[in-house]
Structures are given as C-alpha cells and as structure tokens.
C-alpha cells in the first residue's frame, strides 16, 4: 500500500462531499474541526457533517508517536464513534476520509441548542428537569466506559438537546483514547481547561474517574450555573485545587441532599476520594426525583 493510500484510509472509498452534500448552513468552527447542517443529495436525509482539520488532527496524533505507542494504535475519532448505538449518545452514521484527505463524519443533526448556550441564557430552561438530564448524561458515560473509552472532554459544550429539548446527548469523541497503557500513561494534557481532572493538568497517570470529575464540574454547573473552583480566573490558572470547591448549596440552597453529595463526591480532587465509577454514581441518586428537597 502507498503512501497516500495510507495517509487517505487505505483502500476505502473517499468521500467528495460537496457533491454529495448540499451545505443548507454555514459550518459550526470546533477547537479541531466545522460542523455542517447538511442535506444528502441521494436520501434526502438531514445530517451533521462533521469535517476534522487536516493540521491540527496531524499535531494531535502525533501525540501517540512516541516509543510508548509503537504497538498500541488510538483509533480515530469516526472509528471510536460510530462503535454507539445508544439513546443518550449523538448517533454517527458513517465516516472516513474526504477526497482532499481530511477525517469526516456524518451524524444525526439535532435542533437543539449546547447546553454551554443553554445555561447562558437567564430564563432558567431546566427548571424541574436536571435530575433527568444528569442521569441522560451519566447513562451516556457508562455506555462510553463500559465500551472500554475514556472520552477525556467532558463539558456542556459537548452535550446537546435534541429539539423537542426532552433529550440531552454526549458528543464529540475527538480526544477519547482506550482505558488501558499507554494511553493511561502521564504527559498527554488534552481536554478543556475548566473541566480538567486535577491529576490530567498535573500529567499524572489516568483513568476513567478523570471523565467522573469532568461529569461532576459539568453536572455542578448545570445546577449552579458556577464552575466549582472558578475564583475570577478561568483556565489550568485556576485549577490548584489547593482549596475546596464551593459547596453547592451556596448557590443552591434547597438542593436535594443526596444529589449535592453525590456531585461534590464526582469533584474531589484526590482519587482515592473520587466517586469510583459512572454506576457508583447512578446507585447513589436512584431514588432522587427533584434536584431541589
């Protein structure tokens, strides 16, 4: 096999998508790719057509370059995502490579908004809903887990409604890397600053209790509309965690009492007193209904 047989995905079929694809809105510009509202020429279908920018996909690979990985290969991000089939989870339908070479993929296009869009709005939108959304999202990372993944961005920007807004789902798989060596090694500080596992900023050794404490700050904020540690200063500047995060019913004083444990559980920024697992998490708030007493 060539060169560019290789560097294009081998022997598959590359896709030209605009002539494929009728483009119906301007692209969506993510830290390493455009998302596209697109109609399939052939189906009808409307999609998300998700295009990776050649460069930046090239500088994050070669981030599993080194000696470590000379027998351990990270699977793309449209291999990894198209391996999920399931309710709380953005559906990928295909992907591959485009004719100019670049990582494509085409998923189910949802109407809804981000929920990072959501919680800036201040009508208060999940009012009487976040138990619901908390446990959609939960349910989505277990599926991540129990598929063998760490997804390693874990964040609102990364969860979308569906249009009806009664559905939330877990997107983008372009950092996710398998649980298990070297990939679970120390030095490769991926992710979204704010959100970011202590021992991840501090390149130490991870696991998938990194994704429990994205989860908690994540699940924090939507019942607070605040970042836990956030002091004025966003960023790896802020993440010392030499202080503990602000409770939660500062900001929300008649939060359920279960459900406030079980988040402050999720941040704590040592691992021996981290929630352990996604299901750990579920079995503690199974009998929560309301996010507020």
């Given at each position: 096999?060539?060169?560019?047989?290789?560097?294009?995905?081998?022997?598959?079929?590359?896709?030209?998508?605009?002539?494929?694809?009728?483009?119906?809105?301007?692209?969506?510009?993510?830290?390493?790719?455009?998302?596209?509202?697109?109609?399939?020429?052939?189906?009808?279908?409307?999609?998300?057509?998700?295009?990776?920018?050649?460069?930046?996909?090239?500088?994050?690979?070669?981030?599993?370059?080194?000696?470590?990985?000379?027998?351990?290969?990270?699977?793309?991000?449209?291999?990894?995502?198209?391996?999920?089939?399931?309710?709380?989870?953005?559906?990928?339908?295909?992907?591959?490579?485009?004719?100019?070479?670049?990582?494509?993929?085409?998923?189910?296009?949802?109407?809804?908004?981000?929920?990072?869009?959501?919680?800036?709005?201040?009508?208060?939108?999940?009012?009487?809903?976040?138990?619901?959304?908390?446990?959609?999202?939960?349910?989505?990372?277990?599926?991540?887990?129990?598929?063998?993944?760490?997804?390693?961005?874990?964040?609102?920007?990364?969860?979308?409604?569906?249009?009806?807004?009664?559905?939330?789902?877990?997107?983008?798989?372009?950092?996710?890397?398998?649980?298990?060596?070297?990939?679970?090694d120390p030095g490769n500080r991926t992710g979204t600053p704010d959100y970011m596992a202590?021992?991840?900023?501090?390149?130490?050794?991870?696991?998938?209790?990194?994704?429990?404490?994205?989860?908690?700050?994540?699940?924090?904020?939507?019942c607070t509309r605040r970042l836990p540690w956030l002091k004025g200063d966003s960023g790896?500047?802020?993440?010392?965690?030499?202080?503990?995060?602000?409770?939660?019913?500062?900001?929300?004083?008649?939060?359920?009492?279960?459900?406030?444990?079980?988040?402050?559980?999720?941040?704590?920024?040592?691992?021996?007193?981290?929630?352990?697992?996604?299901?750990?998490?579920?079995?503690?708030?199974?009998?929560?209904?309301?996010?507020?007493?």
């Open positions: 096999m060539g060169f560019f047989s290789k560097l294009f995905g081998g022997g598959k079929k590359r896709l030209d998508y605009q002539k494929r694809f009728e483009l119906l809105h301007s692209a969506i510009s993510g830290t390493m790719s455009k998302v596209y509202k697109a109609k399939d020429r052939t189906t009808g279908e409307i999609v998300a057509l998700k295009i990776l920018d050649a460069k930046k996909t090239h500088d994050l690979e070669a981030r599993f370059k080194d000696e470590r990985f000379k027998n351990a290969k990270r699977p793309r991000e449209g291999e990894i995502a198209v391996q999920f089939n399931h309710k709380y989870i953005v559906r990928t339908l295909e992907e591959g490579f485009t004719t100019e070479g670049e990582q494509y993929l085409v998923m189910e296009y949802l109407e809804g908004a981000g929920l990072n869009s959501v919680l800036m709005v201040k009508q208060d939108l999940l009012a009487g809903a976040r138990v619901h959304y908390i446990r959609q999202v939960a349910e989505a990372l277990r599926e991540v887990h129990n598929k063998g993944f760490i997804h390693r961005d874990v964040c609102p920007r990364n969860l979308l409604f569906t249009g009806d807004g009664n559905i939330l789902k877990l997107t983008d798989f372009g950092l996710t890397v398998p649980n298990c060596k070297p990939f679970t202590p021992e991840l900023a501090r390149r130490r050794p991870t696991d998938q209790r990194l994704d429990i404490f994205s989860f908690g700050v994540t699940i924090y904020e939507l790896l500047a802020a993440m010392s965690h030499s202080q503990p995060p602000d409770p939660i019913t500062k900001y929300r004083p008649g939060v359920n009492k279960t459900l406030a444990a079980a988040i402050h559980s999720c941040i704590e920024p040592d691992l021996k007193d981290r929630c352990s697992s996604i299901d750990q998490f579920l079995r503690s708030i199974s009998k929560v209904k309301y996010e507020d007493e």
